[in-house]
């Protein structure tokens, strides 16, 4: 038979000993039950499978729509559908910067996973909306990140806040020029209608004005401050005796392009834009980027980092899938005639 001794706690030594064991015993339990929470919560964010994503874009416009549609395909390529693992919202605040300030208001305070903003406007706003990075930014649509105003300084990984990812797709304003001059060889004096206001557009403009220089084209440039000054403006431009009108990358102007096409049209001049979405009436071609690509590169990138992919791993890069259109209706209302030949 086996006798059991026990030990004899009203010894101090012997009580002594039994307290060191409780404690080591106690360490050893809160150590246990940390360790299982920690797991329990990696587990939960390796498993988690409900995001909750925004989508936003300062107007509803063919160019930002195609770049919309790009970003939701590559979403649900790569398996985030709507209502089946994720919740996707969609905002447009119709071009209203007051409206798109408190949709950027909103989308911070309202428990994000990520946002993607489409145009700059819509970066501008969302970005100065999210400065603490409560959300994660990726953007696209945007002419030049760099001079935007968000704290993008470079094009490196660690050149952009860390809550804040994306590619620029600086309009390809020189091959409209040099389209331009193909069709036309004699072409030497171009209007531009621009909103001073839009950086987009401002960056546009300065990069025509370099080509112009480089072309020995006249570039007659004036401003609006908004889309009702726009018919006035590029009437007082044909006035001025210009051949052609052009149209960068302006928010503002893009909005109110038939009333460029009318000025046109009366003028019988053609004009030609940096959107490749919008060619009809008098405008005889659109060069541009084909922004539905732009926005399927940009939702890549917002899946790789809701999936972990760290953003000091990933620089802003200039994407720009050139493409073309070419309108010969627009040849009906036009002197002298261009030749488009070579481009259809």
């Known amino acids: 038979m086996v006798?059991?001794?026990?030990?004899?706690?009203?010894?101090?030594n012997h009580m002594k000993h039994f307290n060191i064991l409780k404690a080591?015993?106690?360490?050893?339990?809160?150590?246990?039950?940390?360790?299982?929470?920690?797991l329990e919560n990696r587990e939960s964010e390796k498993k988690k499978e409900f995001f909750q994503i925004a989508i936003y874009k300062i107007a509803s416009r063919m160019v930002l729509d195609e770049t919309e549609n790009g970003v939701l395909d590559a979403l649900a390529e790569r398996g985030y559908v709507d209502g089946k693992n994720c919740a996707i919202k969609k905002y447009c605040a119709e071009g209203d910067m007051p409206t798109g300030n408190m949709i950027a208001q909103t989308i911070v305070n309202g428990n994000y996973d990520i946002v993607v903003s489409v145009s700059t406007p819509a970066l501008q706003t969302m970005a100065n909306a999210n400065k603490e990075g409560k959300v994660k930014h990726v953007f696209c649509a945007v002419t030049d990140p760099f001079?935007?105003?968000?704290?993008?300084?470079?094009?490196?990984?660690?050149?952009?806040?860390p809550h804040l990812v994306g590619i620029g797709t600086f309009q390809p304003v020189e091959r409209a020029f040099d389209t331009a001059r193909e069709m036309y060889?004699?072409?030497k004096k171009v209007g531009v209608v621009w909103c001073t206001s839009e950086v987009c557009s401002e960056a546009c403009v300065i990069l025509a004005r370099k080509k112009c220089k480089e072309l020995g084209i006249e570039l007659v440039e004036m401003s609006v401050e908004s889309s009702t000054q726009i018919l006035e403006?590029?009437?007082?431009?044909?006035?001025?005796?210009?051949?052609?009108?052009?149209?960068?990358?302006?928010?503002?102007?893009?909005?109110?392009?038939?009333?460029?096409?009318?000025?046109?049209?009366?003028?019988?001049i053609p004009l030609f834009t940096n959107n490749p979405?919008?060619?009809?009436?008098?405008?005889i071609f659109g060069v541009?980027?084909?922004?539905?690509?732009?926005?399927?590169?940009?939702?890549?990138?917002?899946?790789?980092?809701?999936?972990?992919?760290?953003?000091?791993?990933?620089?802003?890069?200039?994407?720009?899938?050139n493409y073309i259109t070419v309108n010969p209706e627009a040849l009906k209302n036009m002197e002298p005639k261009?030749?488009?030949?070579?481009?259809?």
């Open 3 to 12: 006798k059991l001794v026990w030990p004899n706690f009203a010894k101090p």
């Open 24 to 38: 080591i015993l106690a360490l050893a339990i809160t150590a246990a039950v940390l360790l299982l929470l920690d």
């Open 147 to 161: 001079i935007s105003g968000v704290g993008i300084t470079g094009s490196a990984p660690d050149q952009h806040p």
């Open 185 to 187: 060889p004699a072409l």
């Open 233 to 268: 403006t590029a009437m007082s431009l044909t006035m001025r005796g210009v051949e052609a009108l052009w149209l960068g990358g302006d928010n503002v102007v893009e909005a109110g392009i038939d009333q460029l096409i009318n000025a046109a049209a009366r003028a019988k």
């Open 277 to 283: 979405y919008k060619v009809y009436g008098n405008v």
């Open 288 to 321: 541009g980027a084909k922004y539905y690509d732009v926005g399927k590169t940009a939702g890549t990138m917002a899946v790789d980092v809701l999936e972990g992919k760290s953003t000091s791993e990933i620089g802003t890069e200039n994407v720009v899938p």
């Open 338 to 344: 261009w030749d488009i030949s070579k481009f259809q």
